[in-house]
């Protein structure tokens, strides 16, 4: 009798032991869903590892979704419709100033700068901001961060402050 006790409880614990590791080898997929304000080259890399399926050798699933302005990426955020919103910081500040019971949080820094890009349709060897005096440029959403910073880089200097 001691004899099978024994054996059965080994064979109990290889059991218990080996399920657990078993299991390891089962890779269990999670879906994120990622609404980005806009598509921009400053996502560059999200795009390569989403190509090259970094995310799924991580047991991620990626949707993407382009939702194209911080009020509509916020609002797929607060329906559950993202869980992850790349978006400026200002939308979570309107969210929390609008009295939200259940703020958003901002966990992550994607880029350190605006983002704006200065382009010509003819190529400028030596720029010089001088050379905006006059100048009519197209900027994004009129209270948007990417207009306010061409307006600030350009007011910087003060001989074109008042000329743009």
Known sequence: MKKWF????????????????????????????????????????????????FFEEEGLK????????GDKTMTAVLSNAADIGLVGSETSIYVYAQGSNDPVINFAQLTQTDGTFLVSREKIDDFSWDQLKGATYLGSAQAGCRKWSVNSSSRSTASIQRQI
Not at 46 to 51: C, D, F, P, S, W
């Open 62 to 69: 990626v949707e993407l979704t382009t939702t194209w302005g």
């Open 6 to 53: 024994k054996a059965g409880f080994a064979l109990l614990m290889v059991a218990v032991l080996i399920i657990p590791l078993a299991a390891c080898g089962q890779d269990k997929v999670q879906t994120v869903k990622v609404a980005e304000v806009t598509r921009s080259i400053f996502y560059a890399p999200q795009y390569v590892a989403l190509e090259k399926g």
